[in-house]
DNA sequence: TAGAACCTTGGAGTGCACTCCAAGCAAGCG
DNA sequence: CGCTTGCTTGGAGTGCACTCCAAGGTTCTA
């Protein structure tokens, strides 16, 4: 658990996954819900614990995302699919408002959790070489039944 | 999200991961969590929600595991890495009890838990595309420093 | 201008997977 | 035998990441 030099040569453009119509730059909060997949409630709570960086506000006070926004709820939304917790998201979050001097404890926490990332794939090929043994077992005594497996 | 053809050529041996004394099969719960990194709390807590397929005991009441537990632990230990929750490895412990006529349900649950893991590999190796992204930007902006990535 | 559908807040509630506690019995050693 | 360490139980507590609520203000469509 160390090695797999997992190639990634798929999708290696400009972070931007969701759809977003052109030309837009102010969106209510069910909007974004509704491009990111999060719900209203967590873009709220999100704000709260310090995880967005600052969002506008309409003259009465309602939300208004931007783009810049949803680039950044991209960018959590897959930092949210390794496991990484919200708080050393929050983390990074408070790193970029403080600005420059930052730069450098930034990028050691993107290696960091690019190295997690790479243990938990390599993990998962471990198990994944488990379950097709396991799978192989069940296929090769589907063909000669006799005894059904312990665990 | 459903391609990345992963290949699992390390490891495809027998599921036995954790090194144990050979000619023993009879080992407290305190012996267990040592070998399985799990507390006892855990295992206790296993055995109450129905996860571990009934344990021995001595004759006044105290755990003695085998390694046919071991094994299994070891296995649950596998799955819990994927992230599939603990109610499902129930259901599979569950079907295992059960004896052969769930045969084949065991076998789709084991099929549907792989497909899980390859997505969860494809997801992984997406994320580490954008981080690798991010990364040679960082490098990059070190050479030439002139403005800090916003997000 | 009315009504529906949306947005705001602080705080409380949920579900998961543990994690710990107290009180008491069991095991091994000098 | 006494002592320490380990094991037993049901039930309560913890931490994380949401998830929901009530009461009220806002925005849009007819």
Same mark, same amino acid.
């Given at each position: ?5 997992? =190639? ?5 453009? +400009?972070? *931007? +996954?969701?759809? !977003? %119509?052109?030309?837009?730059? =102010?969106?209510?909060?069910?909007? &974004? ?11 709220? /709570?999100?704000? =709260?614990? @310090?995880?967005? %960086? ?13 783009? *810049?926004?949803?680039? /950044?709820?991209?960018? &959590?939304? #897959?930092? !949210?699919?390794?496991?990484? %917790?919200? +708080?050393?998201? &929050? =983390? ?6 403080? @600005? ?13 959790? !690019? *190295?997690?990332?790479?243990? !938990?794939? +390599? ?6 070489? &488990?379950?097709?043994? #396991?799978i192989?077992f069940y296929a ?12």
């Amino acid at each position: 658990m160390e090695s797999t030099s997992a =190639r990634t040569d798929i999708c290696a453009s +400009a972070p *931007r +996954a969701h759809p !977003r %119509p052109a030309g837009q730059d =102010r969106y209510t909060i069910s909007e &974004v819900a509704a491009f990111t997949g999060l719900t209203a409630h967590t873009l709220r /709570w999100y704000e =709260r614990i @310090g995880l967005m %960086p600052h969002v506008d506000r309409s003259h009465t006070g309602q939300r208004r995302f931007t783009n *810049r926004d949803l680039d /950044w709820l991209a960018f &959590v939304s #897959k930092l !949210r699919l390794t496991g990484m %917790p919200v +708080a050393d998201m &929050v =983390r990074y979050a408070e790193l970029l408002r403080e @600005g420059d001097h930052t730069f450098e404890e930034r990028q050691q926490l993107l290696e960091a959790t !690019r *190295r997690d990332v790479r243990n !938990r794939i +390599a993990e998962l090929q471990g198990t994944l070489a &488990v379950l097709d043994f #396991k799978i192989d077992f069940y296929a090769g005594a589907r063909r000669t039944p006799e005894r059904g497996l312990t665990t």
